[in-house]
Structure formats: C-alpha cells, structure tokens
C-alpha cells in the first residue's frame, strides 16, 4: 500500500507571494493533518480534515487556509508569505479520527527568501 | 493545555547498549500517545501507537510503556544499533479530533 505522498517536496517562494501545498492519503484513509515543523517551535498543529470538513484548527493566521477533496486529497494554502513561514510542512493521515494511527508523509519544505 | 515533554534532549551511546527515552504529558485525559522517528529533513515514522487502556506495545526491539495515571511513557530501544540514530518524538492525542500535541524530542546518537 502505498504511503503518504506530498507535492512538491522542495519550494523556494519570496515574501508576499502565496504557495499551495498538496498531500494525497494512504488509500482508504479519510482523516488528514496538517503541520508546521521549525526549530525553534517544533511540530504545531495547523489543521485537520475528515470527509471535506475542517475538524479542528490550529493557533495560526488566516493566512493558513486548507481544504479536501472528495478524495481525500488535502491541499493546504499560505498567501502572503513571510519569513517566518520557511518550514517543514508535513502532512498525516489516519484510518479513524480520534484513535488511529497517524502516518506522516515525507513533508514539503518550504523555504521564503 | 496539553504540554509534552521529551528527556533527555540528546543522547549518546555506544552501540549495543539498551537505552530509555522519556516521555511526560501534563493532561492524562489522552486517547492514545505516539512514538515516532525522524531522520534529518525527513518526515516522521511511526513506531508505535499505545491506545489509552493499553499499557504497553512491542514491536522488534521496541518496547513502549504508558502510564496515564502519571502522565509518563518510555521507549526502551534494545541493542542499540548506529542505524537507531535519529530523533525520536512523542505525541499524545488529546480531544476530539485527530490533533497530535508533540514534544520537543531526543536526538540519539548510537556511535560505533
């Protein structure tokens, strides 16, 4: 079965522009997360979808938006990009939504110069 | 507010030996905790998932323990080999969704 996959693996992007992220679950999974993985602040929550439905959210801006296709198939945005932004962006997913197993996929990162 | 915390940050062993990493959570109303690995600029790999009735799981030369009650679980790696080298994290599922709270994780180091 195959794993969680994110596109694209690498972005470079300046201050003031947006970016959109692209995660695709493991078959059969209907939860996804979202991530912010930096070194000064670790791994923070964003935000988490379940059958097209924001089911939780995270302490960030609105410039952080997402959304999930009938899919599955995750997407999240960044618009007006700034420095701060440049991270790890990793995507989960799980089988059910409060006790299964998440399964992260190898993370898009973003850098913002 | 759900606060996790990973000891030792870093650690060093030679290879073969049997090592604990530490894991502690401020609110004990979890659903299940956790553990995963992380090589550098990769994303996470999970190790085991420990459900809140459960006390402890297996797998290979991983064992992880939880305790609810005092907010605690371990993750006893055996015969450390150099290819253990990565960090380690804990996370706790608290509320309900699929919120993961993490903690700041240990960076091992298994030397030759």
């Known amino acids: 079965k195959a794993g969680v996959t994110q596109t694209p693996r690498y972005l470079i992007k300046t201050r003031g522009q947006q970016v959109t992220l692209s995660c695709s679950p493991i078959s059969g999974h209907r939860s996804v997360s979202w991530y912010q993985q930096t070194p000064g602040q670790g791994l923070q929550f964003l935000f988490e979808y379940f059958s097209e439905t924001q089911r939780n959210k995270g302490n960030f801006p609105g410039r952080f938006s997402g959304r999930q296709f009938s899919n599955s198939r995750s997407e999240m945005n960044v618009s007006t990009l700034e420095l701060g932004d440049s991270a790890l962006y990793l995507c989960?997913?799980?089988?059910?939504?409060?006790?299964?197993?998440?399964?992260f996929g190898p993370g898009t990162r973003l850098t913002v110069t | 507010k759900q606060e996790v915390t990973q000891i030792p940050a870093a650690l060093s062993v030679p290879e073969g030996e049997n090592l604990v990493l530490n894991c502690s959570f401020t609110?004990?109303?979890?659903?299940?905790l956790q553990w995963f690995r992380q090589d550098p600029g990769k994303g996470l790999t999970s190790l085991l998932l420990i459900q809140s009735s459960q006390r402890e799981q297996t797998s290979g030369r991983l064992n992880a323990s939880l305790d609810k009650s005092s907010g605690r679980s371990t993750l006893y790696i055996a015969a450390s080999q150099p290819g253990d080298s990565a960090t380690y994290l804990c996370?706790?599922?608290?509320?309900?969704?699929?919120?993961?709270?993490f903690g700041t994780g240990t960076r091992l180091q298994v030397t030759l």
């Open positions: 609110d004990s109303a979890i659903y299940n």
């Open positions: 989960a997913s799980s089988l059910a939504v409060m006790l299964g197993e998440q399964y």
């Open positions: 996370a706790v599922h608290t509320g309900t969704a699929s919120k993961l709270t």
